[in-house]
């Protein structure tokens, strides 16, 4: 059980296992933090039932912030029970704000429900500024007066009107911040230029289960008609492509035959089409892919871009397969500012990757070397897990807390499929 502690752990890889057998993948972390914000939209005093959530540390921040407005939140078993009956503040604390990023998806739910909203900056991170400024243009387009002083933003809007908005970017994040503020607005907005993630969808199909009239999310073009209120639900989330694209990574990194189970193929199209690119024999089936084998080769560019392009969520730990790929390889990350994070302690193992900006270039090795190495973030930290699955010799990856925010207890999934991988809790 997560429980949400942040500790100070490390995991500590003896490499050159191969990996056997099959995963199964539960709910996506991006899907699962925008829909428990969203139910905070619940005009009714019954309970929201969310099902196939990972015990993750995000969602347990996520909690905390909803119990902190005054909802009633209980996990148990990968189930969550949200009641928000007696919400009643407005107001996120600083330090849960500095937490996690995503808070920010409180701000149009907490607009529509109580008419304000005090958020504090959100957390940068060591992949980029992060601006929000694409959220307060769609907020302000609908009514909302926005002002910032020393550090605190402070939204409010007695009514929220419906209108057509154009995305500068197709931000993932604005797109469901404005579909959750546009669902009580007076009228209807259309949301141009938007996100069409999967996550996006599965946020139309869960505020629609709640009443709402939304359509057009998977496109570039959302469509929402304001209704008076909305109600609870259940609703299972989608299983999460990232979790699915970082394992399949791991069997073909380290020469595997293992199946990932669980999972909406269709979501990872992108990503298997690089990975066959790059020489790995991946079997599709309906609810599940398999890696066959794997000679890996390079590929002459990987650009990262939003969905249905290559996902910049997979972008280091598909570099961390072409360290080990005959020939070089170039990615280019085309969404954040700077993550590139993962190269210098990829180096550390002995890869040989150079940056220029937002391209990296990565020449093949034919081996990589165990070494103590320290996580970034969340998704650099899963690509050194990989590499060290497949160093010679012992890997020792420091801070891993920054890996338990989206993925549940990693080492224990993958020591079922043959990995010799310890989590060291460090003595506070
Ligand atoms: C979401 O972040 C995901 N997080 C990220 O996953 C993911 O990498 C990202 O989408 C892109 O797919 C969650 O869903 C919780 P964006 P978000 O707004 O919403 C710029 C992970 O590892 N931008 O689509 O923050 C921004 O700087 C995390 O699970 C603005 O300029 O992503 C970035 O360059 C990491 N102004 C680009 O758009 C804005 O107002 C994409 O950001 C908003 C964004």
């Not at 694409?134 to 009514?143: C, D, P, T």
């Not at 993550?339 to 990589?368: M, P, Q, S, W, Y």
């Not at 891993?400 to 549940?408: K, L, T």
């Amino acid at each position: 059980m997560n429980r949400g502690e942040k500790g100070m752990g490390m995991f500590v890889i003896n490499g050159g296992n191969k990996l056997h057998g099959s995963l199964f993948v539960k709910g996506a972390k991006n899907s699962m933090l925008p829909i428990m914000a969203a139910s905070v939209l619940n005009s009714s005093d019954e309970t929201i039932n969310l099902y196939n959530i990972p015990d993750i540390y995000d969602m347990h921040v996520m909690k905390k912030i909803l119990q902190s407005l005054g909802a009633e939140v209980h996990f148990e078993n990968n189930a969550l029970q949200i009641n928000v009956r007696n919400l009643k503040s407005y107001n996120i604390s600083d330090d849960l704000m500095r937490e996690m990023r995503s808070s920010i998806f409180l701000m149009g739910p907490l607009l529509s429900k109580l008419g304000k909203v005090r958020v504090t900056y959100p957390g940068g991170c060591s992949i980029g500024p992060r601006p929000i400024d694409l959220h307060f243009k769609g907020l302000e387009a609908m009514g909302a007066v926005i002002r910032e002083e020393n550090g605190a933003i402070t939204a409010s809007a007695p009514r929220l009107i419906g209108t057509e908005i154009h995305l500068d970017y197709p931000s993932v994040g604005a797109t469901e911040n404005l579909m959750m503020t546009a669902v009580l607005a007076k009228g209807k907005t259309v949301i141009h230029n938007a996100a069409k993630e999967p996550e996006i969808v599965d946020l139309q199909n869960f505020l629609n289960a709640m009443g709402a009239r939304i359509r057009g999310a998977g496109t570039e073009t959302l469509r929402i008609d304001g209704v008076k209120d909305l109600g609870d639900c259940s609703y299972k989330i989608i299983p999460d492509r990232i979790v699915a694209g970082t394992y399949l990574m791991a069997a073909a990194i380290t020469g595997s035959n293992l199946l990932v189970k669980g999972i909406i193929p269709a979501h990872l199209d992108a990503v298997v089409a690089k990975m066959r690119e790059a020489g790995v024999v991946i079997q599709a089936a309906d609810d599940s892919l398999e890696v066959i084998q794997s000679n890996l080769k390079a590929v002459e560019t990987l650009r990262t871009l939003p969905y249905p392009g290559f996902p910049t969520d997979l972008q280091p730990q598909m570099m961390a397969l072409l360290t080990l790929a005959k020939g070089d390889s170039t990615i280019i990350e085309s969404v954040f500012e700077a993550r590139f994070k993962h190269v210098d302690e990829l180096n550390r193992l002995c890869a040989n990757i150079t940056v220029d900006g937002r391209t990296a270039f990565v020449r093949g090795v034919n081996k990589l070397f165990g070494a103590e190495v320290d996580t970034t973030d969340l998704r650099a930290g899963a690509a050194l897990i990989l590499a060290g699955l497949a160093a010679e010799g012992t890997t020792v990856i420091k801070n891993i807390q920054h890996i338990d925010r989206g993925y549940e207890r990693i080492e224990n999934d993958l020591k079922k499929v043959g990995a010799d991988i310890e989590r060291v809790q460090m003595l506070k």
